[in-house]
């Protein structure tokens, strides 16, 4: 089964007849500055990447203001080792505040610009700002309510698929379509960060979209490009990285968010690759009819007289590709020419006895 309903956002379409939809990620990266954050968008526009995300919630919205136990991270693997979910969210999040004027610089921009919401409050607040699209992150894929909120507002839906169960997905994507969505979009993601290129799993992809019928996509974590490219070889439509101006600037999501070149080199490659897809075909394409010339055929290698015996010495598989194929070396030898023929004349059957 195939989705052959193409999904637009903000009239860019988004299917295998399009190249990949590229996201940008901002998350937390613009480190708590609004000059940071719009630079991030000029950044991100100057890629060619096809949008901006952001998150929108609060350390209040997202969890509790409790210091020890399951609320401390203590991980010692954690990117975010010794802060509390709340200190960590409070620093993370982008003030509602600043939605506005980003979402007017993307669209100066010509960059599309939408959100994750990660309660229902902050559904209402980004629908009052007429966002074209919503994503649920893979830490809300069970958030049933939310996505059945979400769902209501008749907008495109992304939908992560990280650490979700197949009854997990199964759950969160029949209360989208209950709930209105009639445009969806599963992206294939690893929640571990950064991830690895061994736990990425893109066969994945096509099994998602055979099974629910969707659009799909891949959510990237892993260092690099590659992954990425890879994904799209697979099926992927839609590709989310998260993104910085400078690693080295730090920020809650830098160690594994792309930097501008890097971005870049992600939008062109991916088209690439979707553009090497094609579909199957043996033989030349009209592109390669020219290069039939360059193949090897069979030559006349010395003076020959009428009569002569054709024999290793003189019969020999040479470029260019202008007489009788290879395949016909071995029933050629031993047989007479019955012509004059010199040195670098095409073998044609006319030649034969």
């Given at each position: 089964m195939t989705n052959?309903?193409?999904i637009h956002i903000a009239g860019r379409f988004i299917g295998p007849d399009a190249p990949p939809f590229v996201i940008a990620e901002m998350s937390g990266n613009h480190n708590q500055?609004?000059?940071r954050a719009l630079e991030i968008v000029d950044a991100a526009a100057a890629t060619g990447a096809h949008a901006i995300k952001l998150q929108t919630y609060t350390a209040d919205t997202i969890t509790l203001d409790v210091r020890e136990g399951e609320f401390f991270i203590d991980d010692e693997k954690s990117l975010w080792k010794g802060n509390s979910l709340h200190d960590l969210y409070k620093k993370a999040h982008t003030p509602w505040e600043w939605h506005t004027p980003i979402m007017q610089r993307a669209k100066e921009l010509g960059l599309i610009c939408f959100s994750s919401p990660f309660d229902e409050t902050a559904v209402d607040f980004l629908e009052s700002l007429d966002v074209p699209a919503y994503k649920i992150a893979s830490f809300e894929n069970n958030h049933l309510p939310l996505i059945r909120k979400v769902a209501a507002t008749g907008k495109p839906m992304i939908i992560s698929t990280g650490m979700a169960t197949l009854t997990e997905l199964d759950e969160a994507v029949t209360a989208a379509r209950q709930a209105g969505c009639e445009n969806l979009i599963l992206l294939k993601c690893t929640s571990t960060y950064p991830a690895s290129p061994e736990n990425t799993n893109l066969l994945t992809i096509p099994h998602l979209r055979q099974l629910f019928n969707c659009e799909v996509g891949l959510s990237d974590h892993t260092m690099g490009v590659g992954v990425s490219v890879a994904a799209v070889v697979h099926g992927a439509t839609v590709i989310e990285k998260h993104f910085t101006l400078n690693r080295a600037d730090g920020g809650v999501d830098s160690a594994f968010s792309l930097e501008p070149a890097e971005?870049?080199?992600?939008?062109?490659?991916?088209?690439?690759a979707w553009q090497a897809l094609g579909q199957v075909t043996y033989g030349p394409t009209e592109a390669e009819k020219k290069s039939l010339v360059f193949r090897r055929s069979l030559y006349i290698a010395e003076d020959m007289k009428a009569g002569d015996i054709f024999t290793p010495e003189n019969?020999?598989?040479v470029r260019p590709g202008h007489g009788l194929a290879p395949r016909y070396y071995e029933q050629i030898l031993g047989k007479k020419i019955i012509v004059d023929a010199d040195k670098g004349v095409p073998v044609a059957w006319q030649m034969l006895g």
């Open positions: 052959d309903k193409m500055s609004l000059d971005m870049k080199s992600l939008v062109i490659e991916t088209e690439r019969l020999r598989i």
